[in-house]
Nanobody
């Protein structure tokens, strides 16, 4: 079992930056693939970024590539999402998630989810 708690969301102007953090409970955190997903109003939840258990593999959605960076600290049981050059279309609830697979960016392969944190980017 893994429990996930996100923080760091808020309101920011276009072009600004935010850093989301996700704190995980459980001694097996280091064995999980960690991902970030987001859901904008009226839209389905979508993949944003993911990192493998040892951070060797990272992957990003094309819409955030070059602007967002995912990182994890297995000693502290945390995963972060640094978001730069934010755009109004990045406005969404952002979710941290954990998958026991070797690597995945598919929502249905993530077993554990946080409650989400709101990110709002004003134009």
């Amino acid at each position: 079992q893994v429990q996930l708690v996100e923080s760091g969301g808020g309101l920011v102007q276009a072009g600004g930056s935010l850093r989301l953090s996700c704190a995980a409970s459980g001694r097996t955190f280091r064995s999980y693939v960690m991902g970030w997903f987001r859901q904008a109003p009226g839209k389905e939840r979508e993949f944003v970024a993911a990192t493998s258990s040892n951070s060797v593999i990272t992957n990003y959605a094309d819409s955030v590539k070059g602007r967002f960076t995912i990182s994890r600290d297995n000693a502290k049981n945390t995963v972060s999402l640094q978001m730069n050059s934010l755009k109004p279309e990045d406005t969404a609830v952002y979710y941290c998630a954990a998958s026991p697979r070797s690597y995945s960016h598919l929502e249905y392969e993530y077993d554990y989810w946080g409650q989400g944190t709101q990110v709002t980017v004003s134009s």
